[in-house]
């Protein structure tokens, strides 16, 4: 049976009369991803395609409105790669292109459009390829008595999938906002949100989303 929005997004009971507290994640909407220095032109062209920095920065707004935490999750490495597993194609790849998302670097800061306020909350990571293994995601999450998740971001081929799957593992409701997220080639991460997210996840576009939710609180 199909989860409704707004009752999700509006604290309905969950789980014992525990009511839900909302966060919305951005996944790696970096400069050196999707940005003015990407080193993957094709995702970052799909992002543009989609309006996706649009979209995520909308919801991050929303969201601070309602004083919802907003929580960037962000990869940034060492520039000897030392605390990172080079253990997939993928690593391998990027740790041969100098600079890479570096630690400190422009590569590693969020896009303009999000535009990052003192009140987010930002989750770097070493290794792998989503973010809750091995940072502080989950605990900070946990603090503040979040149970819901509005997921923007890239991409939906691994950075995306692998956040929704290990949050729904760790009892996180998963809101998926479907303008708001990426992967490569179009036509693939669509179907990866029509025949895999959508069983994990609620789908809805930013405009569900914003709609379902709360008013802005005063």
């Known amino acids: 049976m199909p ?14 009369g525990r009511s839900a507290t909302t966060a919305v994640l951005t996944m790696e909407l970096q400069r050196g991803v999707v940005g003015d220095v990407a080193t993957f032109p094709a995702l970052r062209d799909a992002v ?6 649009a ?16 929580v ?8 000897d790669w030392a605390g990172s597993v080079v ?6 790849a990027m740790a041969r292109i100098p600079g890479h998302l570096v630690a400190g670097t422009p590569a590693t800061e969020l896009i303009p459009e999000i535009a990052a306020e003192a009140s987010d909350f ?16 989950d605990q900070t999450l946990r603090s503040m ?11 939906v081929n691994l950075g995306v999938l692998g956040l929704c799957i290990e949050a729904v593992n760790l009892g996180y409701q998963v809101v998926l906002a479907a303008d708001a997220v990426a992967g490569t080639p179009l036509a693939y991460a669509e179907s990866v949100i029509r025949e895999t997210l959508s069983l994990i996840c609620t ?13 802005p609180l005063a």
């Not at 543009?48 to 920095?53: E, K, L, Q, S």
């Open 145 to 155: 008595d979040v149970t819901v998740l509005v997921v923007t971001g890239v991409s």
């Open 72 to 79: 960037h999750c962000l990869a940034a490495f060492r520039e």
């Open 203 to 215: 789908v809805a576009t930013t405009a569900e989303i914003i709609a379902a939710s709360p008013a």
């Open 48 to 53: 543009t395609h989609g309006n996706v920095a």
């Open 3 to 16: 989860i409704d929005l707004g009752s999700l997004l509006q604290g309905g009971e969950l789980r014992r």
């Open 87 to 92: 253990n997939s194609p993928l690593h391998a």
């Open 55 to 70: 979209h995520a920065a909308a919801l991050c707004r929303h969201g601070r409105a309602l004083r919802w935490p907003i």
């Open 122 to 137: 930002q989750v770097p990571r070493l290794s792998g390829v989503s973010p809750f293994c091995g940072t502080a995601l």
